[in-house]
């Protein structure tokens, strides 16, 4: 059973840094692709990140590109999302999820990835 746990959210000021966790155990994720997604009230799931977990090879979208960082610890066997120069418009519930690379939709839908942790919760004030 895999099982993904968010940590790091909070409360934070617009400009300022949260490097959030995700801590991964239940399978060997050589065969995945880690995402970040997040939601805020009203919104759709929005993609924001993904790790070849093999290869270490990063994508995002152009919304976050520049001031987020996806990264992961195979010791630990951990992804962290670095977020940096924090908007009010970021806040949002944040989601790290599972894909395994035999799934044929592409790393941007949530469709495709079957394991999501419950989330945490990232507030920037203005």
């Known amino acids: 059973q895999v099982l993904l746990v968010e940590s790091g959210g909070g409360l934070v000021q617009a400009g300022d840094s949260l490097k959030l966790s995700c801590a991964a155990s239940?399978?060997?994720?050589?065969?995945?692709?880690m995402g970040w997604f997040r939601q805020a009230p009203g919104n759709k799931r929005e993609f924001i990140a993904a790790?070849?977990?093999?290869?270490?090879?990063?994508s995002y979208p152009n919304s976050v590109k520049g001031r987020f960082t996806i990264s992961r610890d195979n010791a630990q066997n951990t992804v962290f999302l670095q977020m940096n120069s924090l908007k009010p418009e970021d806040t949002a519930v944040y989601y790290c999820?599972?894909?395994?690379?035999?799934?044929?939709?592409?790393?941007?839908?949530?469709?495709?990835?079957?394991?999501w942790g419950r989330g945490t919760q990232v507030t920037v004030s203005s």
């Open positions: 999820a599972a894909r395994s690379k035999t799934q044929a939709l592409t790393i941007s839908f949530w469709e495709a990835y079957g394991f």
């Open positions: 790790i070849d977990w093999s290869s270490g090879n990063t």
């Open positions: 239940g399978t060997i994720f050589s065969g995945y692709t």
